[in-house]
């Protein structure tokens, strides 16, 4: 059954089309990989399934709901989370605040002013769970801003698999890491996305090629393929107009 | 019952100073002093829910405050006319609720952004509200204020609050409650998402959080212990005008905030009890302390941008990694000279200033009209000025050094 569908999404900014008709179905557990040029409008469209923007025209369901238009606390309540191309994360908090606070909404204390946080005793084992997952208990007490780069990405990966969501979307989450950082950072994706449904962005190729059980490609705001990692790189349409544009735009 | 101690061992101690002080000051002028520091402080922090924890810009909180105390002073009359008849020790939590209906509607349409929006429309109410206060003279008795009387309620326990030590401790007892519900409201999910919002908005709305329901939430509860301090405002003065709820009062509590450090609870603790000992204090001595608190302001934005508490929660890190040590050294060879440079220049203006031009300070007479003493006082700040700056490299080092994270932090005991 497909978790997530997008059917024939339209996002226009003003005149100009980023998202020309996207039909897209994403199927429980799968590990999904959008690829594609700079200024394919890979990330538009993260925004556009996880409410940051609203779509111009088409429809965006969540196990059959219809979500698109939603504003992203509606839809990240429904069990959709995601990470930024950019670090985002609660930069004055501690480390182990920022994942606490991840966890509040799914673990039911909503804007509550009567709840203590330090006496829920399963909150607090749940946030020490997740740290220990993503390796940062020994950070438990820094403020989340003083972390060195990659391991602010694993917080960011933390705080989106907190919220307990069963579709995880990352936008580019080893860029500008190092070779053996980067490493590390598929390994931990493996790891806690484990049984969960994964959509991703990403430029290195061999990243994708190895995690990923589908791949769509994304030009120009349209999907020209969407086939297994086998049959995209041997898509000669894919090539073309893949390697077309890099070369069009050098 | 240990943990419990050890871990309410700052509160008890908070609440062993709000209750010894006047044993120990009793003077009427004392007294008088710390009911200002007390209702500072409620007031400030309330003002700290929003700026510091909540990352909401108001140029507009004197509102809640003003209403509160216009609230708490004609409850006082209506107790004065036995229209009512209670003790006057509820009024502060009436204040308060008035507080928070105002925030109720106010908040409903200035939460919906934070920023420079927020800011604006906080500043608009503030000068609407002032501005009707003085055309609506039947409530807010217009340029001469409301006064009233708090010595015709009941008495409670044969206390009949004519004098200002008897009020102290009835705003001493409001103070440490307000204090404490404040600071239990940063513990809970609603205070932590405020912080979270404060960070980062669109994070937060992605965790499942609107931005601005919780700014909402954080609103009402600010704007409920804001009425408080203006209901103990109206209690000690039994007298309230148009200037509580102007933007005179809104800037100082913003001030008070700012200075002592935002975003720390007890920063804006510091900070109510600073201002209010120069408020009161440094104006007897010298005629020119506007000006230093106008130079304190412009130090601690330019210097302390996190401000007093600030400065101490800077050493987070470094006590962490257990080389806070490594600082006391650089810290004094830097500190000494500043010191002595700011003294004298305070010395400079003040000598400029004076109009018996002398001053006698460590038993040397200084003289205004000896070019040896303004020669002296020029050499003494200049070497100090430059031992500083010799120093400073030094210090930057040792803080690297101890702020360094290395890769695997040494455990923690």
């Not at chain 1, 962005?201 to 705001?221: K, N, P, Q, T, W």
């Not at chain 2, 000068?127 to 217009?142: C, P, R, T």
């Not at chain 2, 709820?245 to 001030?255: E, F, K, Y």
């Not at chain 2, 257990?322 to 400079?348: D, E, H, N, S, W």
Request: overall charge negative.
């Amino acid at each position: 059954m497909s978790i997530l569908t997008l059917n024939n999404v339209h996002k226009r900014f003003g005149e100009t089309p980023i998202i020309r008709g996207v039909n897209l179905s994403i199927e429980e557990g799968e590990r999904h990989a959008i690829i594609g040029p700079n200024g394919a409008g890979k990330s538009t469209l993260f925004h556009l399934i996880s409410g940051k923007y609203p779509v111009t025209e088409g429809t965006i369901s969540l196990r059959g709901q219809a979500i698109q238009n939603l504003p992203p606390y509606e839809i990240a309540r429904r069990g959709l989370a995601r990470s930024f191309q950019v670090t985002n994360i609660f930069p004055r908090l501690s480390v182990f605040e920022n994942i606490r606070c991840g966890l509040l909404w799914k673990m039911g204390y909503g804007y509550s002013f009567w709840n203590l946080l330090g006496r829920q005793h399963d909150l607090n084992t749940a946030a020490r769970g997740i740290l220990d997952q993503i390796g940062l208990s020994q950070r438990a007490d820094y403020p989340a801003g003083e972390l060195a780069y990659a391991q602010q990405r694993a917080l960011e990966l933390g705080i989106a698999i907190a919220s307990g969501a069963e579709v995880i979307m990352l936008d580019e989450p080893v860029a500008g890491m190092s070779h053996s950082e980067a490493e590390n950072a598929v390994a931990l994706i493996r790891r806690v996305t484990e049984g969960k449904t994964l959509i991703m962005v990403e430029h290195d190729m061999s990243i994708v090629f190895d995690i990923a059980d589908r791949i769509s490609v994304l030009v120009y705001g349209e999907l020209i393929a969407c086939d297994t990692p086998s049959n995209i790189r041997n898509s000669e349409k894919v090539q073309e107009a893949y390697l077309g544009t890099v070369t069009a735009d050098e | 019952m240990k943990k419990f101690l050890t871990k309410s061992f700052a509160w008890f101690g908070y609440l062993a100073v709000l209750l010894l002080l006047p044993q120990f000051f009793d003077s009427i002028l004392a007294v008088s002093l710390f009911n200002q520091m007390a209702i500072a402080i409620v007031f400030a922090l309330s003002y700290n829910m929003l700026l510091g924890q909540g990352g909401m810009l108001s140029f507009g909180h004197a509102v809640y405050f003003g209403l509160g105390g216009f609230l708490a002073v004609h409850a006082l009359l209506l107790i004065e006319f036995e229209t009512v008849y209670f003790s006057i020790v509820y009024i502060p939590l009436l204040a308060g609720l008035v507080g928070l209906l105002a925030a109720l509607f106010i908040g409903s349409f200035s939460t919906r952004k934070a920023g420079t929006v927020f800011a604006m429309i906080s500043l608009g109410i503030g000068e609407l509200l002032a501005a009707s206060s003085l055309i609506f003279v039947s409530f807010f008795g217009g340029e001469a204020g409301v006064s009233g009387d708090r010595t015709y309620g009941p008495p409670l326990f044969g206390v009949e609050f004519f004098q200002g030590i008897e009020i102290y401790y009835l705003a001493a007892a409001w103070v440490f409650v307000a204090t404490l519900f404040m600071y239990l409201f940063t513990q809970t999910p609603a205070g932590r998402m405020a912080n979270a919002v404060r960070d980062n908005p669109e994070r937060a709305e992605f965790i499942g959080y609107s931005a601005r329901r919780v700014r909402y939430i954080s609103f009402c509860a600010s704007g409920f212990f804001a009425g408080i301090a203006g209901g103990l405002y109206a209690l000690n003065y039994e007298f309230v005008t148009e200037e509580t709820l102007n933007a005179v009062t809104s800037g100082r509590v913003l001030l008070m905030a700012y200075i002592g450090g935002l975003g720390y609870f007890i920063g804006p603790i510091l900070g109510a009890v600073i201002l209010t000992l120069m408020n009161s204090l440094l104006s007897n001595y010298t005629d020119l302390w506007m000006l230093y608190l106008g130079i304190l302001f412009l130090l601690t934005v330019l210097f302390l941008p996190k401000g007093f508490a600030g400065f101490i929660m800077m050493h987070r890190v470094a006590w962490l990694q257990r080389r806070i040590g490594k600082l006391v050294l650089p810290y004094l060879a830097t500190g000494i000279p500043a010191m002595l440079f700011m003294a004298t220049c305070v010395l400079m203006l003040e000598l400029s200033h004076l109009e018996d031009e002398s001053l006698s300070v460590l038993s040397i007479d200084l003289s205004a009209s000896s070019p040896f003493t303004w020669i002296g006082l020029l050499l003494i700040a200049t070497i100090s000025m430059l031992v500083t700056r010799r120093t400073l490299p030094a210090l930057r080092e040792a803080w690297e050094f101890a702020n360094h994270m290395t890769d695997e932090p040494e455990s923690k005991s």
